[in-house]
């Protein structure tokens, strides 16, 4: 079966734009979770989604935003981008129930210019 | 915040050695992961342990759930040049118990190194 699915693999912003990044679950999860990689701070929690609900959320800026659609699809956004924002962005997907295991895509590398 | 501390940062060894590495928590989780990932890519589920004690092999993987929920190690036997990569060990608190907290927890990272 399919796996996880991010788009765009790459892409470069300038400071103080605004970036979508979008993520396809396996078929049949229902959780998505965001997690932001960088050198520095290794594997950071952003935020999970399950049936188009906010379930838990990590300790970033309000600027990091994310949603989940009625087919589980979900898309992240970082508005006013710093420097800082520059990143690999790892999606996350499971059925979100007990027992459940977690399978990552390839990423999204977000470059801030 | 909840910090897995994962040992060694990295590792050197010849072919066909035998590797183990291991995490520990401040606290307990319900689940234990641990994940490979290779330069430019996602990390790739090698093992998944849901319950304490668990022992769990996937081919020359072989990954334990420490019993008081608080560690977790994995061993490679056999080691070969496809090895190389970063190891991480994850935790989540969501599981056999019925929490939902699916957020994971993550260790810093294992670099092996395999010279053929």
């Known amino acids: 079966k399919a796996g996880v699915t991010q788009t765009p693999r790459y892409l470069i912003k300038t400071r103080g734009q605004q970036v979508t990044l979008s993520c396809s679950p396996i078929s049949g999860h229902r959780s998505v979770s965001w997690y932001q990689q960088t050198p520095g701070q290794g594997l950071q929690f952003l935020f999970e989604?399950?049936?188009?609900?906010?379930?838990n959320k990590g300790n970033f800026p309000g600027r990091f935003s994310g949603r989940q659609f009625s087919n589980s699809r979900s898309e992240m956004n970082v508005s006013t981008l710093e420097l800082g924002d520059s990143a690999l962005y790892l999606c996350a997907t499971s059925t979100g129930s007990s027992g459940n295991t977690i399978y990552f895509g390839e990423g999204s590398w977000l470059t801030v210019v | 915040g909840q910090q897995l501390n994962q040992s060694p940062q990295s590792m050197f060894i010849q072919e066909g050695e035998d590797v183990s590495m291991n995490c520990t928590s401040s606290?307990?989780?319900?689940?234990w992961l641990w994940y490979k990932q290779d330069p430019g890519e996602g990390p790739v589920l090698l093992i998944a342990?849901?319950?304490?004690?668990e022992l769990t092999s996937n081919g020359r993987l072989t990954a334990q759930f420490g019993i008081t929920r608080k560690d977790s190690f994995l061993n490679i036997s056999a080691s070969i040049p496809s090895d190389v990569g970063i190891y991480f060990c994850?935790?989540?608190?969501?599981?056999?118990?019925?929490?939902?907290?699916?957020?994971?927890?993550f260790g810093k990272g294992t670099l092996l190194t395999v010279n053929p």
């Open positions: 606290s307990i989780f319900n689940t």
């Open positions: 989604y399950f049936s188009e609900t906010q379930r």
């Open positions: 342990l849901y319950k304490a004690g």
């Open positions: 994850a935790g989540h608190l969501g599981g056999t118990s019925g929490g939902s907290n699916y957020k994971l927890t």
